[in-house]
């Protein structure tokens, strides 16, 4: 009598296939674990790197060549400045700068901005950001071809700026670098160092990852369109919205004196000038403006009110009086180290309308700014290269 067909017979190759897959694997975790030393510390063979994971610096900047789309806020509407979009693009290019950046392959001159979101304008029009319209109203006064390239991250702060000069603002050899920080700094001191900031704000990151980031990390490798399809719906689905600037949720530690966040902020100031000059270049620095709110409108629509919610490590109560003794620190490390300075919070009388959030400036503040920043460079730029025959004047 013939023994009944089984399921086994019917899938044996596949349910074989299956188990020594089950063997290998599960032998791979067994050896693993064997190996693995119970005090946690690696060891390696001579200069050869060991298993242990490897730690890095971070380049926070945006991904190069990809182009990005977002939705206004609701203060952004409130306050516009001009016209408001539904959308705002923000493109880089191969380097990782928004664009439009490198117009001319051969310029008379390389302008870099650097700083955080207020330097970035994220919710301004590219045509509009101040970076590239500032160079764009240079190149009119000087009749020189100009690259005004955005360097700027939204979260960065000034050491975040220091690791991006090194990394790849430097290469360009740029003729001028501006640095504009101030309340990405606040933020990172108030409670903690530079060093202790934790997520997408972290200095260094640390490459042991887990089988679920492995997993991540290969399926963006793999298929990185599916990928980033599947992770929309997810957040959808989650009811999470996606936001150009990541949250910061570590432990926060006492309240630090405002000397003592003065002080790092001097250091990584005067570490920007020095490493700029050392490589050839021109540091500028600037103030950053900061609005207060004097209605409750405006007071609804404030960055700090908006921040706390996000759980930004400020300070509510003293942030004003922090943003103004940082901004005094840029002027006082500006005449110590004899750079050029663009005090931006004196030279014009910000309100809602510049900014939309305090801080954040809308289409008609970049547009002054583009103008102020002009204005302070074009007699430097002029004076240095009158030697080369450069900072003549266009004819009218």
Request: net charge neutral; with cysteine.
């Amino acid at each position: 009598m013939d023994r009944p067909t089984t399921r086994f017979d019917k899938h044996s190759r596949k349910l074989l296939a299956a188990f020594w897959i089950f063997l290998v694997v599960a032998g791979l975790a067994a050896l693993e674990w064997s190996l693995a030393p119970k005090s946690g510390r690696y060891v390696a063979s001579r200069a050869v790197s060991g298993p242990g994971p490897e730690r890095r610096l971070m380049l926070r900047e945006w991904e190069p060549n990809t182009d990005y789309s977002f939705s206004p806020p609701p203060e952004r509407r409130l306050h516009a400045g001009g016209d408001v979009r539904e959308t705002y693009a923000l493109s880089t290019d191969a380097q990782g700068f928004i664009e439009p950046a490198v117009r001319h392959e051969k310029p008379d001159l390389n302008i870099v901005f650097m700083g955080g979101s207020t330097t970035e304008c994220l919710y301004v029009a590219p045509e509009n950001r101040f970076p590239y319209l500032a160079a764009k109203n240079l190149e009119t006064a000087l009749g020189l071809k100009i690259n005004g390239i955005n360097a700027a991250r939204a979260g960065n702060n000034s050491l975040h700026s220091l690791l991006l000069l090194a990394g790849k603002v430097l290469p360009l050899r740029p003729d001028y670098v501006v640095l504009m920080e101030a309340t990405n700094d606040i933020g990172s001191l108030t409670y903690g160092t530079y060093w202790q900031q934790m997520g997408s704000k972290r200095i260094i990151d640390n490459q042991k990852i887990s089988v679920d980031q492995a997993i991540r990390i290969l399926s963006t490798a793999l298929i990185p369109y599916t990928s980033d399809l599947v992770s929309g719906l997810r957040r959808r689905l989650k009811g999470e919205q996606q936001r150009p600037e990541g949250r910061d949720d570590g432990p926060a530690g006492p309240e630090r004196s405002r000397q003592d966040m003065g002080r790092d902020f001097a250091d990584a100031l005067t570490s920007f000038v020095h490493l700029t000059r050392a490589w050839g270049s021109k540091p500028v620095l600037m103030t950053q403006v900061h609005v207060q709110p004097s209605s409750s409108a405006e007071q609804q629509s404030s960055f700090l009110s908006r921040e706390q919610v996000n759980g930004t490590l400020v300070n509510p109560e003293t942030f004003a009086s922090d943003q103004d003794y940082f901004n005094a620190i840029i002027r006082d490390v500006a005449e110590k180290e004899k750079v050029v300075l663009i005090d931006l919070a004196r030279v014009n009388d910000w309100k809602f309308g510049d900014v939309y959030d305090s801080i954040h400036f809308t289409d008609q503040g970049s547009k002054k700014v583009a103008e102020i920043v002009a204005a302070a460079l074009q007699t430097e730029i002029a004076s240095a290269g009158s030697h080369a025959g450069l900072g003549t004047p266009a004819p009218r």
